[in-house]
């Protein structure tokens, strides 16, 4: 059974910085991305980051570009993700996935003013 579970979510001042980590487990997840998602209350789930299966190639959400970095390790089946700066809109639910394949159950991210 494959599992994806996000840990790392907190309530953070603006400005501040937490660092979401994703364990996978189940299967191989060889050749596949790794991505976040996060959703707002209210709001549909939107892209955030996602990360090739070598780490090479990296992509962004507009609104996180030069505040976010993905990463991820292989050999421990991890996905991170370091977040600086934050603003009480970064504010969601965030979720790891793989390939948009599989899911996690999300971590809760709260930003104060």
């Known amino acids: 059974q494959v599992q994806l579970v996000e840990s790392g979510g907190g309530l953070v001042q603006a400005g501040g910085s937490l660092r979401l980590s994703c364990a996978a487990s189940g299967r191989t997840f060889d050749g596949l991305y790794m991505g976040w998602f996060r959703q707002a209350p209210g709001k549909e789930r939107e892209f955030v980051a996602r990360?090739?299966?070598?780490?090479?190639?990296?992509s962004y959400a507009d609104s996180v570009k030069g505040r976010f970095t993905i990463s991820r390790d292989n050999a421990k089946n991890t996905v991170s993700l370091q977040m600086n700066s934050l603003k009480p809109e970064d504010t969601a639910v965030y979720y790891c996935?793989?390939?948009?394949?599989?899911w996690g159950q999300g971590t809760q991210v709260t930003v104060s003013s």
């Open positions: 996935t793989a390939a948009s394949l599989y």
């Open positions: 990360i090739n299966w070598s780490g090479s190639s990296t």
